[in-house]
């Protein structure tokens, strides 16, 4: 883990990409006190198609147009 100070912080934010995959968290301290840590996230999964979506959501035995319909004769 690793102390910035809140100068230090900004003048070595373009380089924080680098810093955080050799420190893994950064603390930034504001007159000795800790404010803020930075960590890495976790990268995010990749979003599926829609092919896949739509693979994997189960079918319905009426149709929407149906179900549209009913709801709308309850009224």
Known sequence: MMKLSIR?????????????????????????KEIAR?????????????CILRE?????KTGSEQLIRADRDER
């Open 8 to 32: 230090e912080a900004r003048q070595s934010l373009s380089s924080i990409e680098q810093i955080l995959s050799v420190e893994g968290t950064v603390t930034i301290t504001k007159r000795g």
């Open 38 to 50: 930075v960590i890495p996230i976790i990268r995010m999964a990749t979003i599926p198609s829609h």
């Open 56 to 60: 994997k959501t189960l079918r319905q």
